[in-house]
Every structure is written in C-alpha cells, then in structure tokens.
C-alpha cells in the first residue's frame, strides 16, 4: 500500500526564483494538503486541495499557489523565493468520506534551501 | 482561531523509564479532536495516538496513553516502558469538527525527547 510520496527530496533555489513540489496522495484518498515546518516548528496549514479545487487556505501569500490533478496528485507553487521560505514542505493526505477521527496521513517532505 | 502549546522544548527519559510530555490547547468549540504525531529524523509524521474531546475515556495505544483533561484544556502524552525507537520530536495537533470538510491540524512547537540507553 503507497503511502503519501514526495518529490523531490532536497531542493536548493535562489531568492527570486521559483519552485514547484509535488505529491502523490496514499492510494485511496482524495484530499491534499500541504504545509510548512520552519526549523525547529510545528508545521504550518498553507492550504488544502479536494476535487481539483482549493477548498481552505492558511496565512500564507499569494506568492504559494497550488494544484490537484484528476487523479488527486498535487502540486505546490512558490514564487518569488525568499530567505524566509526556507523550510520542510510536508504534503499530507487523507479520505474526505472517512471517519471524523481519521488521521492524515504525511509524506517525508521536500527541504527547500533559499540562499 | 485554536492554539496549541508544548511547554517543553525538550525532554529526556532512561530507557525503560516513563515520561510525561505536556500539551495544552485554546478553543471555544465544544467537540473536537486531538492528536500526538511523531517525527523521527527521517521527517515522517507518524500519527502515535488521537482522542475525541466528547469520549471521557481516556485513549491507549500499547506503551502511548493520553490524559485528556477537557476542563482544563490539557492533553498530556505518557510513554512507558520507553524504547530507544522513542526518539524524535512530538507534536501536539489540534482539528475542528468536520465543517466545509476541513482536515486543517494546527499544530504545536515541539518537544523533542531523547532517551538514554
């Protein structure tokens, strides 16, 4: 059973430049979210994809957009890289239709470096 | 909006030996759901134990148990009998009830525990 897969692992950018990160949900779910852990936090809800559609977004700009694809993939957007978005992107997925207790289930993340 | 808040940055335990990590947690919503993730240096969160606020039973998984204070708005994680495979930073996570069909967690800072052989 795939569990939440993550690409790429490590991931290296200059300020200014963009990113995308991508993730492939645990087989059977059909909501994707992603969020940002700074070094040495919990990790912060940027936003939340189901039915192709971005259905909640935390406090983040403009500048982080996503996708889902048809087949519940997703993708996370930065543009305009800053120092500050250096962190360990998790992608966590889960059942919209699963109990209310249902965990999320994460990936191992993509650690992108700004410099 | 909710808050959580790990107290302890970190903490340490002898193997074999019990430990306490701490949690509390700010809202005004009446049902919600709680849970402990674990991640090791590999970065995985691993989900180690959840509790629904309205069950007064508090929840165990093998060596994980909880006490769930509701009053208090505490939601501390005891591990016993600790096992080196322990090691990591846990984090406390808070989710509201299903509304729109938010899975959004708000998470704490952290406590990161180290057992000593």
């Known amino acids: 059973d795939a569990g939440v897969t993550q690409s790429p692992t490590h991931l290296i950018k200059t300020r200014g430049q963009q990113v995308t990160l991508r993730c492939s949900p645990k087989s059977g779910h059909d909501t994707v979210s992603w969020y940002q852990q700074a070094l040495g936090q919990g990790p912060q809800f940027i936003f939340q994809y189901y039915e192709e559609e971005e259905r909640q977004r935390g406090n983040f700009p403009d500048r982080f957009s996503g996708h889902q694809f048809p087949n519940y993939s997703s993708e996370l957007n930065v543009n305009a890289l800053l120092l500050g978005d250096s962190a360990l992107y998790l992608c966590?997925?889960?059942?919209?239709?699963?109990?209310?207790?249902?965990?999320?289930?994460f990936g191992n993340g993509t650690r992108l470096t700004v410099t | 909006a909710q808050t959580v808040t790990q107290s302890q940055p970190e903490m340490s335990v002898q193997e074999a030996e019990t430990v306490t990590l701490s949690c509390t947690y700010d809202t005004s919503e009446s049902d919600y759901y709680l849970f402990w993730y674990k991640q090791p240096p590999s970065r995985q969160m691993i989900l180690v134990i959840r509790?629904?606020?309205?069950?007064?039973q508090n929840a165990t998984e093998n060596r994980f148990s909880v006490n769930f204070q509701k009053a208090a708005k505490s939601f501390s994680l005891k591990i016993s009998d600790s096992q080196l495979g322990d090691a990591a930073m846990y984090f406390c996570?808070?989710?509201?009830?299903?509304?729109?069909?938010?899975?959004?967690?708000?998470f704490g800072k952290g406590t990161k525990l180290t057992v000593n052989p």
């Open positions: 996570a808070y989710r509201s009830p299903f509304q729109g069909g938010s899975e959004k967690l708000v």
């Open positions: 509790q629904e606020a309205y069950k007064q």
């Open positions: 966590a997925s889960i059942l919209s239709t699963g109990s209310m207790n249902s965990p999320l289930h």
